[in-house]
């Protein structure tokens, strides 16, 4: 195989992005060729045929029955991310899928088995990974530098207005897109937290709309339990106009702090577990000192390079498919003890979510006011 042609499915937001990307390699002769592009509006399908120069489809299974295309990027939004890459797999092509690869956990393992019976490459696009700070926390935090981790927190503000939950009829509601804040905005920060941290085993949360006029969560708070004891917090919402994202990783032996680009090191003299009954005095203390991390560059080979390479060098996926699980099981525990007020363990009771998603869908109402805009996020991350 001399290059990767690539379909994008899905081009009116993020999918444009992708289309941008590949067409960009292609034009560096990098081993990629955008051949075809997919999409159910023909406006929007026929203008990113006429700006790509590449032949367009209204329908995702003429496009992979076409023998035009190596490779898929689903692009959809979420609920077709199973059908989509399913079927793609079992006509023989690899698939990169945008997050989160699934609304639901069953559907999420359809996607695993049937990418694991077809031998292709999956991929997800979790570019986060490829950040120098979270390869430098990685490094850090698998190296036990901070011992075993005690006590996780993160809070990810994000910020929308309503004419963004507006500008789609699938937007924000539960039969288009299966949730809110948590499996839109949060995937890429769910998918490095649990990269670094680990996943818990049960987590207990509260979501609501908070200001925002939609049918499912602008705002999320949660506390996480890890399989050796350990708590954490979590929280995200569209409802902040100012982050910083921020990460705290708490270990035996020291602290790793994430602050947006920023990371502090903090290494204890002492464990806390053998510092705490060696001292005998009332406020005995342990130093502690304070060290400013350089995270380093990180990657700057893109998630389509590395599918490419995947694919045609059997190159280690950064980001692989059967990976993506995890922030699927993180949101659909979040929202399921939301509107069971219980605490939910993970993984997921398969039948009882969808049995609540398919009531959720059922109350979904069409929305009135709609303004439909398909652009691509401009500080997304390709």
Known sequence: MKKVRIGVIGVGGMGGGHCNRAKTFQNENK????????????????????KFGVKYFLDYKKLIDSGMCDAVVVATPHWFHPEISI???????????????????????????AAKKSGKVFGVNFQRRLEGVTMKAKEIIDSGEIGEITRTLCIDPWYRTQSYYDSGTWRATWAGEGGGVLCNQAPHTID????????PVKIEARTRAKIHKIEVEDEVQASLEYANGAWGC???????????????????KGKLVIREKEMTLYRYSHPVNEHVKKYNKMFASMEVKKEIV??????????MENFRDAIMKGEKLYAPG?????????????????????????????????????????????????????????????
């Open 31 to 50: 081993q990629v060729e955008l051949a075809c592009v997919c999409d159910i509006d023909e406006k929007v399908a026929r203008e990113r045929s006429e």
């Open 87 to 113: 079927y793609a797999f079992k006509k023989g092509l690899h698939v990169l899928c945008e997050k989160p690869i699934a609304v639901t956990g069953s559907g999420a393992q359809k996607i695993i088995a």
């Open 192 to 199: 490095m937290f649990v990269y670094l941290g680990g996943m």
């Open 234 to 252: 979590y929280y995200t919402s569209t409802c902040e106009p100012f982050g910083p994202l921020h990460f705290e990783f708490a270990g035996e």
């Open 294 to 303: 350089e995270p380093g560059p990180g990657i700057s080979k893109s998630i």
């Open 322 to 382: 059967v990976e993506g699980i995890n922030a699927v099981e993180f949101f659909n525990a979040c929202i399921l003890s939301s509107h069971t007020n219980k605490p939910v363990k993970i993984p997921v009771p398969r039948k009882t979510y969808d049995q609540l998603m398919e009531k959720l869908k059922k109350t979904s109402k069409k929305k009135e006011a709609v303004k439909v805009q398909r652009v691509t996020d401009p500080k997304a991350m390709l």
